[in-house]
């Protein structure tokens, strides 16, 4: 079964940098995808980027471009999520997901994946 672990949340000021972690095991994830979500209280969830585990690819939603960076340590099956001049509206708990790359599936959307990690809060304070 596949387990994710995120780690590196915390409270940060406004313009600061936090990364990320999400720990993965149990399976071989060369033919995965890794999301990173965030969930603001009254908001849904929401998917910041993701990264194709074989090729290092990424995309990010407008709201992360040029602040956030996706990466992965294929040694350590480990996913990053770099975030820098962070805002109050960063303000949530951020999520890792994990899932199979199909065809044609929507993996902006938290039905593309399967597997969740427990979440970690980040707080930005103005």
């Known amino acids: 079964q596949v387990q994710l672990v995120e780690s590196g949340g915390g409270l940060v000021q406004a313009g600061g940098s936090l990364r990320l972690s999400c720990a993965a095991s149990?399976?071989?994830?060369?033919?995965?995808?890794m999301g990173w979500f965030r969930q603001a209280p009254g908001k849904e969830r929401e998917c910041v980027g993701r990264?194709?585990?074989?090729?290092?690819?990424?995309s990010y939603a407008d709201s992360a471009k040029g602040r956030f960076t996706i990466s992965r340590d294929i040694a350590k099956n480990t996913v990053y999520l770099q975030m820098n001049s962070l805002k109050s509206e960063d303000t949530a708990v951020y999520y890792c997901?994990?899932?199979?790359?199909?065809?044609?599936?929507?993996?902006?959307?938290?039905?593309?994946?399967?597997?969740w990690g427990q979440g970690t809060q980040v707080t930005v304070s103005s």
């Open positions: 990264i194709t585990w074989s090729t290092g690819s990424t």
């Open positions: 997901a994990a899932d199979q790359l199909w065809s044609g599936r929507n993996y902006w959307a938290p039905s593309g994946y399967a597997f």
């Open positions: 149990g399976r071989t994830f060369s033919t995965y995808i």
